[in-house]
């Protein structure tokens, strides 16, 4: 059973850093795109970031300059390094993972799997 667990999360003043973690499991092949999205309170869910199975990255927008996405792949994990965070990254973050190595548009969030989130507030 494919299953996909985030940690890392926590309460942090503004200008503070966190990094997420996220450990797949259950995969029987290599795991392709992964990708970090979040929500927050009444908001829709957004996509943060994506790393193809090649290593290609994409961000949005709004954290460029300020997250950094990584993965080791010898042990299954993608993380999200936040540094510079504002009250605006409040949400809860989902990590997501799918067996094409491509990433697909944010807006797709064509993932095969995601893990159940780790709440990110950010105080001013």
């Known amino acids: 059973q494919k299953q996909l667990v985030e940690s890392g999360g926590g309460s942090v003043q503004a200008g503070g850093s966190l990094t997420l973690s996220c450990v797949a499991s259950g995969f029987t092949k290599r795991i392709g795109c992964m990708g970090w999205y979040r929500q927050a309170p009444g908001k829709g869910r957004e996509g943060v970031a994506s790393?193809?199975?090649?290593?290609?990255?994409n961000y949005r927008e709004s954290v460029k300059g300020r997250f950094t996405i990584a993965r080791d792949n010898d042990k299954n994990t993608v993380y999200l390094q936040m540094s510079n965070l504002i009250p605006e990254d409040t949400a809860m973050y989902y990590c997501?993972?799918?067996?094409?190595?491509?990433?697909?548009?944010?807006?797709?969030?064509?993932?095969?799997?995601w893990g159940q989130g780790t709440q990110v507030t950010v105080s001013s």
């Open positions: 997501a993972a799918r067996s094409d190595y491509t990433c697909l548009p944010f807006e797709r969030a064509a993932f095969d799997s």
């Open positions: 790393i193809s199975g090649l290593g290609t990255i």
